[in-house]
T-cell receptor
Framework: GDSVTQMEGPVTLSEEAFLTINCTYT??????LFWYVQYPGEGLQLLLK?????DKGSNKGFEATYRKETTSFHLEKGSVQVSDSAVYFC???????????FGSGTQLTVLP | NAGVTQTPKFQVLKTGQSMTLQCAQD?????MYWYRQDPGMGLRLIYY???????DKGEVPNGYNVSRLNKREFSLRLESAAPSQTSVYFC?????????????FGPGTRLTVT
């Protein structure tokens, strides 16, 4: 079945540091790929998405590129802020019922 | 526009008690979902409803039942709660207005079973 593997956290960075959170996937067919973010005490919010190979999703300074050859969708940001502290989930879907398969999540803490 | 709402926000149950978690969305979405979130395990799908009148099991359905009451509402019922069901429960929805395969999540219900 489909699966998503994320780098284990927690990740702690200083403000303005470069962020990479690795995500690789296993899926049949051509899944759509997503990054969701969960701020403390809240539900998940869609951060960015890519629906086909070589697409780059971007939002709020975050970027991720759909790499079919390496089955990866790594999340990057050039300069993190304290407000980026949250849990980040990589996810994919390809089923007709729009089911999402999530990774285990990566906790990011950004220190001032 | 409230999006996806869930009630209650917090609940403590004793083993064997029953309860229903409520979820409603006002985005005219066709599909609705129930997930549970446990530490280190991400979100796992319990049940989903692809459209009004249909429900299907997800990855971890045992111990739960669902009802798609109408297009807006999708409830999750625990008939006899067990400590293993201590978790945070999220409802989500998706549909033609949300773009391909995007899901919108509610704020969650934190359930403790003692």
């Amino acid at each position: 079945g489909d699966s998503v593997t994320q780098m284990e956290g927690p990740v702690t960075l200083s403000e303005e540091a470069f962020l990479t959170i690795n995500c690789t996937y296993t899926a049949t067919g051509y899944p759509s790929l997503f990054w969701y973010v969960q701020y403390p005490g809240e539900g998940l919010q869609l951060l960015l998405k890519a629906t086909k190979a070589d697409d780059k999703g971007s939002n709020k300074g975050f970027e991720a590129t759909y790499r079919k050859e390496t089955t990866s969708f790594h999340l990057e940001k050039g300069s993190v802020q304290v407000s980026d502290s949250a849990v980040y989930f990589c996810a994919l879907t390809g089923g007709s019922a729009r089911q999402l398969t999530f990774g285990s999540g990566t906790q990011l803490t950004v220190l001032p | 526009n409230a999006g996806v709402t869930q009630t209650p926000k917090f609940q403590v149950l004793k083993t064997g008690q029953s309860m229903t978690l409520q979820c409603a969305q006002d985005m005219n979405h066709n599909s609705m979902y129930w997930y549970r979130q446990d530490p280190g395990m991400g979100l796992r799908l319990i049940y989903y409803s692809a459209s009004e009148g249909t429900t299907d099991k997800g990855e971890v359905p045992n111990g739960y039942n669902v009802s798609r009451l109408n297009k807006r509402e999708f409830s999750l019922r625990l008939e006899s709660a067990a400590p293993s069901q201590t978790s945070v429960y999220f409802c989500a929805s998706s549909g033609p207005t949300s773009g391909p395969y995007e899901q919108y999540f509610g704020p969650g219900t934190r359930l403790t079973v003692t």
